[in-house]
C-alpha cells in the first residue's frame, strides 16, 4: 500500500471505429520523477487502469486533489507489463501528510 495523492479520475467506456469494445478508468496520480541521473527533478503525472467505467461514479463526489491509500499491482499480456490499482481508498485530510506520498 502507497499513500498517492489522487490528481483526477476518468471513466471511459465505447467503441472504437474498428468496432472493439472499452471500458475503463483512469486515475491521475502525483508521481516523483526518477532523480537518479540529474536531469529531472520533481514529480509528473503517472496513469494507472483502475478497473470498469462505473469506477469513476464511486470517487466523483469527492473533492480532487485528495490523498488515498493505493495497492497497486504489477500483471503482463504476456508480451507487455503494466501497473494497474487493485484498491483506492480515500484519506481523511488529518490522516495524509504531503511528505508520505511516493509512487508505487
Known sequence: MAKLLVLGMKGSKGVMDNGKAYDSCTVFVQTRLDESKGTAKGFAVGEYKFGEASTFGKYKHLPFPFYAE???DIVTS???MA????????????????EQHKAA
Do not use: D, F, N, W
Open 70 to 72: 493505493v495497492e497497486i
Open 78 to 80: 504476456g508480451k507487455v
Open 83 to 98: 501497473q494497474v490499482i487493485v484498491s483506492l481508498t480515500p484519506l481523511k485530510p488529518e490522516q495524509a501528510k504531503p
